[in-house]
């Protein structure tokens, strides 16, 4: 996906963002946020990231936030 803002969106702005809607977040080893247990979100380039898991509501809100 394709951050719209100005700059570098940071992972932690992106758990902020996730947290403030109620979406508990983790960061684990290798550079993944963890949400909920069951979607990932990797970075995969300055303003890039990727979305990995079960798809339903969660998932979708996530994208939401991503993109």
Do not use: A, P
């Not at 996906?1 to 809607?21: A, C, H, N, T, Y």
């Not at 979406?23 to 080893?29: L, S």
């Amino acid at each position: 996906g394709m951050w719209m803002g100005v700059g570098e969106l940071k992972f932690s702005d992106v758990r902020g963002r996730l947290q403030r809607i109620g979406i508990r977040c983790e960061f684990q080893q290798g550079g993944l946020l963890v949400c909920e247990g069951d979607v990932t979100v990797s970075k995969s380039g300055q303003n890039h990231f990727s979305l990995e898991g079960v798809v339903g509501d969660r998932y979708y809100k996530i994208r939401e936030i991503l993109y």
